[in-house]
């Protein structure tokens, strides 16, 4: 059981780039989430999907999008990288996205810098 | 958007010290939720308050839910180096079939010995 996993976990894009986060998770999990974490800022969410085929807007979605094709994926897809997208970028997911009594569980994280 | 704040930013104390960390918001929340988190990785769940008034204990570790559901307080004592990292309270203010975290700003904890 790996939990959730990420790759790749550091990547250099140049401004304009596109690239995808990859997300996985072999918990059966219903919900999964984007965050992007900021010196300061705390963790802010992205999008979410509360199972396969269904995704929503988080807090700062824009110049991100997202598809959940299965229950076990969740990629990331930058269009066209900005230095503002500079961050690191946690997924997460939990057995149900109708409350948070349910634990979230976090991957390791994607070191992102846009130059 | 919904805004938690959490205070001291920053605290370092030395092995057996007590301490505790505040986190504080304008809007009511439907259960919160505290986080460690150490370099180069991912948050970990700590533990989830739901009622107002709510204690719960884990070791060292005591949390509290406020009676208005909008704040919540981490108490360590006799703090070890193993506590050392980035604490992070989480608010779900669930408006519907799902429900969305916001993160307060954190705060970051070094105990030394």
């Known amino acids: 059981n790996a939990g959730v996993t990420q790759t790749p976990k550091f990547q250099v894009l140049k401004t304009g780039q596109s690239m995808t986060l990859q997300c996985a998770q072999d918990?059966?999990?219903?919900?999964m989430s984007w965050y992007r974490q900021d010196p300061g800022m705390g963790l802010r969410l992205i999008h979410y999907s509360v199972g396969a085929g269904i995704t929503d807007q988080g807090e700062v979605p824009n110049g991100y999008n997202v598809s959940r094709s299965t229950t076990e994926d969740f990629p990331l897809r930058l269009l066209s990288a900005a230095p503002s997208q500079t961050s690191v970028y946690f997924c997460a997911s939990s057995y149900s996205g109708i409350t948070f009594t349910d634990t979230q569980y976090f991957g390791p994280g994607t070191r992102l810098t846009v130059l | 958007t919904q805004l938690l704040e959490q205070s001291p930013q920053f605290l370092s104390i030395q092995e057996g010290e007590n301490l505790t960390v505040y986190c504080n918001s304008s809007s009511v929340f439907s259960s919160l939720q505290w986080y460690r988190q150490e370099p180069g990785e991912g948050p970990v769940l700590l533990v989830t308050?739901?009622?107002?008034?709510e204690v719960k204990k884990l070791k060292r570790l005591t949390f509290q839910f406020g009676d208005a559901r909008k704040d919540s307080s981490l108490h360590i004592t006799a703090a070890q180096p193993g506590d050392t990292g980035l604490y992070l309270c989480?608010?779900?203010?669930?408006?519907?079939?799902?429900?969305?975290?916001?993160f307060g700003t954190g705060t970051r904890l070094q105990v030394t010995l």
């Open positions: 989480a608010g779900d203010y669930g408006t519907g079939t799902a429900s969305k975290l916001t």
């Open positions: 308050v739901v009622t107002g008034g």
């Open positions: 918990m059966n999990h219903e919900y």
